[in-house]
């Protein structure tokens, strides 16, 4: 994967330097806010591999499942659980890929495979992201180009989500003996799943874009909770998905959840105190380094966990080892493609007198069909950036300017872009590395796309034609 992004960076600086005649001062920031942008996402991935080994030696997520299964025994309902609502929460509070390495690892904990794993936290790790990390997509992603109506719109297409906890149980079932009865008997409780969720996003949207994924995911765990007390919509006969059962843990539940809450508590007074302040780099492009950063959350986290379980100072310095080892491919592979990307939406300051590279590639849809070809555009930003708020900023400008020259309404535009790229976030690039990182199998893109792609197809075919027929 090294070989592959630093190739397709060298064309693309080739093109921008020869053809498009890009600004010799602009090119070399644009290279310089890659690796910026980059050296973020590493702290993100070194302290989360650093945190889940703590984690692992204290045997935090081998008492994980034991458990989930005093909510239900059955995995498909743990999974959900944690791959779905669990994720949600993560990615209100914290987003830029800390879901899935977060949560990969505690599926393997309940007997998923690895490659499952990563791709069962890629599925979660997707509506959600309409609103992001305290709705950074829409405040910071579309700024000052959001109208009123925006977020609202964004969490009625968000609907679609509805099908995401159904691609989960269809890759649960999948390939086992009674299959067709798995995936039917429990495919209420998916579609259960994943209309509170949703459903959650638009009671809270009018709180503000920042309340959806954070007290909207709050909301839907507390309803889903109650439901699988209640029964409802719980197969009422036992069948093979029944997990079969952990000995007594050897951790009380308080010491098991212990370094979640502190996680989490570290997210969500880190966004709350520090928001969006940062350290400003005085480059052509500009770039902050944010002062939150969920990768020292993470090591904290780590850290506060190694004193409360009085490990050794071996296992403190044997996983940070591990965790520098594990990150830096992954790290060189996202400098090569975020130095593309900023390469490319950089590209239009040239002395050649040309369009920008990102208007070259939208050139053959501002047309009637915009409605249908704005998700699909959306999704390729988050694939290609691995960020929905960083997606917008690559090409909101050109939606809001194609929708008011084909006099489309530009909330309804945009909305279909962020919810796009909220589903293109489970193809995106950079949190395919960081899930195969955190869970220790490598070379593995391919296979992890295979698994995601189909249910990313279906969710931006969906938005494209419900709005075309909506706007």
Known sequence: MIWISLISLIFVGAAAGFYWKIKTDLFIASVGKGFFVAFDIF????????????????????????YLESISKDIRIQVILLAWF??????????????????APLLI????????????????????????????PIKVGFGELAGSQLPFMASVYGLVGILIPVFMLW?????????????????????????????????TVFLGPEFPSILGSALSLVIILLSIKTGLFIPKRNSGFISSGRATPEIPLIKTIFPYMVLISLLIVGKVVLGSSGLSVPLAVKH???????????????????????????????????????????????????????????????????????????????????????PIIGAFGSFLTGS????????????????????????????????????????????????????????????????????????????????????
């Open 171 to 203: 890759l649960l079932v999948k390939g086992k003996e009674d299959q067709k009865r798995g995936f039917f008997e429990m495919l209420p409780f998916a579609l259960w799943s994943g209309l509170v969720f949703a459903a959650s996003s638009i009671v």
């Open 288 to 374: 902050t380094f944010s002062f939150f950063n969920p990768g020292f959350a993470l090591i904290l986290s780590g850290i506060v966990t190694i004193l409360f379980y009085k490990v050794s100072a071996k296992i403190f310095f044997s996983s940070l080892k591990i965790a520098l080892k594990k990150s830096l491919e992954p790290f060189l592979v996202i400098v090569f493609m975020s130095s593309m990307a900023q390469i490319m939406v950089n590209s239009a300051q040239n002395v050649s007198g040309m369009k920008s590279m990102i208007d070259f590639l939208v050139i053959g849809v501002r047309n009637a069909f915009l409605p249908l070809w704005t």
């Open 109 to 136: 904990g309940l007997g998923i495979n690895p490659l499952n794993a990563v791709i069962l936290s890629l599925l979660g790790n997707s509506t959600a992201g309409v609103f992001g990390a305290a709705g950074a």
């Open 86 to 103: 669990f994720e949600n929460f993560l990615e209100g509070t914290a987003g830029f890929g800390t879901p899935a390495t977060v949560v």
């Open 43 to 66: 702290f993100i991935i070194f302290g989360a591999i650093f945190f889940l080994e703590i984690l692992k030696e204290v045997k935090v997520t081998e008492n994980i499942g034991f």
């Open 388 to 471: 929905v708020t960083i997606s917008n900023l690559m090409f909101g400008n050109f939606f809001a300017v194609a929708a008011r020259e084909l006099n489309f309404n530009v909330d309804k535009i945009l909305a279909l872009a962020v919810v796009g790229g909220a589903a293109g976030n489970m193809i995106a690039l950079a949190d395919i590395l960081i899930a195969e990182a955190v869970v220790g199998i490598k070379h593995r893109e391919k296979d992890v796309i295979k698994g995601v792609i189909v249910p990313c197809l279906i969710c931006i075919g969906l938005l494209g034609l419900i709005g075309l027929f909506s706007i």
